[in-house]
């Protein structure tokens, strides 16, 4: 069994087909083990013997429209590449907070990845990379001016649609925690060293 982060694009809390509740019941249904939510924002974790990513983002996406109506999209990562991410640092000695929002945003299995990445398209964000491992794009956001939207993340809508979905590295991290807090303590037939 592998344990798996869903990422659901465009969850708005106060909706009722949106709880956590709804939509864990959504992964309960199709027989997903040691379903959870994080955060109130679209982030279930759970547990499958699926390993084709984009089945099962497919999958779950075709039971959101079908039990709730969303058709927002789903993008899956595994524990693994989400805590590789984790531990590769991009984002060394800063701290996300107002003007340093650190964020991740995440392509659909199976999307393009890009030839280039912009050149630092305005003031307001720092592109620091695409890791090709998690398929996704990460940058430094100065949100400082409450309203604005970067011109990168209009980038980023208009290249992938419904193809992303951003979360803030703070998220990522609380995610990664809750995967690792529902992994089993040990697996049949492993040692301890």
Do not use: C
């Not at 779950?60 to 693994?80: C, H, N, P, Y």
Request: zero cysteines.
């Amino acid at each position: 069994m592998t344990r798996y982060a869903a990422l659901l694009r465009g969850i708005a809390p106060s909706l009722p087909n949106n709880s956590n509740a709804r939509l864990r019941s959504v992964f309960e249904r199709l027989g997903y083990a040691r379903v959870a939510s994080v955060l109130a924002s679209g982030n279930i974790t759970f547990e499958s013997d699926e390993a084709d990513v984009p089945a099962l983002e497919r999958t779950i996406q075709a039971a959101l429209v079908e039990d709730l109506g969303i058709g927002g999209g789903t993008i899956v990562r595994s524990l693994g590449e989400l805590r590789s991410l984790l531990d590769s640092d991009p984002f060394p000695g800063l701290t996300h907070g107002r003007g340093s929002y650190l964020v991740v945003t995440f392509l659909k299995d199976g999307a393009a990845p890009p030839t280039e990445l912009p050149d630092d398209p305005d003031p307001l964000v720092r592109v620091v990379g695409f890791d090709k491992a998690a398929r996704a794009f990460l940058a430094v956001i100065d949100n400082s001016e409450p309203g604005q939207t970067p011109d990168f993340m209009r980038w980023l809508d208009q290249t992938y649609g419904k193809d992303i979905t951003t979360r803030t590295w703070l998220t990522v991290q609380r995610i990664v925690k809750k995967l690792e807090a529902e992994r089993p303590s040990s697996s049949a037939g492993s040692m301890s060293p």
